[in-house]
Nanobody
Framework: QVQLVESGGGLVQPGGSLRLSCEAS????????LAWERQAPGKERELVAG????????AYAPSVKGRFTISRDNAKNTMYLQLNSLKPEDTAVYFC???????????WGQGTQVTVSS
């Protein structure tokens, strides 16, 4: 069955870094556009970054541009999000999302918690 499993979250001090991973199985990973979204307590889920199936184009929310980097390794069925220069407002549960090129349906992981605090 389809699975997306995030990992790499944790507690980090402001200015620190983390690398999130999203390991996928059960579908044709290399055909899907992928994205990271996040949801902070009491706030709506927001799109953080997206990447095309071949990894040749990326997009970022203005709040993270220049600090976060999205990437993927289609040979390993894995997507990554490098988070640098973290701020307390980056605290959220981070989710990975895969969107079907055929009908637009999508899959979600269970999320990984990122907490930025001193």
């Amino acid at each position: 069955q389809v699975q997306l499993v995030e990992s790499g979250g944790g507690l980090v001090q402001p200015g620190g870094s983390l690398r999130l991973s999203c390991e996928a199985s059960g579908f044709s990973f290399s055909r899907y556009s992928l994205a990271w979204e996040r949801q902070a307590p009491g706030k709506e889920r927001e799109l953080v970054a997206g990447i095309t199936p071949a990894g040749d184009s990326t997009a970022y929310a203005p709040s993270v541009k220049g600090r976060f980097t999205i990437s993927r390794d289609n040979a390993k069925n894995t997507m990554y999000l490098q988070l640098n220069s973290l701020k307390p407002e980056d605290t959220a549960v981070y989710f990975c999302n895969a969107v079907s090129p055929d009908d637009g349906s999508d899959y979600w992981g269970q999320g990984t918690q990122v907490t930025v605090s001193s």
